[in-house]
């Protein structure tokens, strides 16, 4: 009996901590991490300070949890997503794709939940910082490990410097990002879509930039149906991580 009386109270502490996160990460992704403070979401949420803080025992542990549970919403919206289509040049642009879909559909309601985070922090030497550039670090090596399997493909030319490819591929999703948060400027995501895919097109081999003719326009509404087939089982547990 009291194992079982145990195992419920866990239970109700896992719902509650997740109805914390819940909350948090939309609020930090609108007004910031810095706006998360113990008494702040006790009120919000009608908890006791000492019950919430047993959770998570500092505002900073607070942060560090709604990092990670921001990169579990991503892992699922992007990773996971990117990841159901076939390899090469066709899970690279999928990828991007996810990304401008999880921008465009707000996954947060303050933007891309990392994007505004970064500006928030990327000064700011400590834990939280440390967890940005690991977070960072990982979405970027996964993009790199990507593009070495669409050269690996025959899709992206072998003399391709990745690591610029990669960088101009994201800079153009940010930029996006950007114009749509602060100018409301819903033609940015076009713009970056036509963008990545010229900048793809320039490093592709006759084979790829066939596959790019192939993939089209028609990604664009696959990686969206692939992102509601998941939407009724996305569990926390996709963190942005880069595997082996």
Known sequence: ???????????????TRDEILTYAVQLASREGLEALTIGRLAEALHLSKSGLFAHFGSKEGLQLAVLERASEVFGERVLRVGRSFSGGLERLIAFLEAWLAYVEARDFQGGCFFASASAEFDGRPGPVRDALVRLAGSWIAALEAESRKAIAHGDLSSDVDIAQLVFEMHALVQEANWAMQLLGDARSLGRARAAVRARVAHAATPKGRASLVRIGTSIVSDVRAARRAGQASIAPHAAVQVQG
């Open 1 to 15: 009996m009291d194992e079982a009386k145990g195992a419920r109270r866990n239970g109700d502490g896992r719902r």
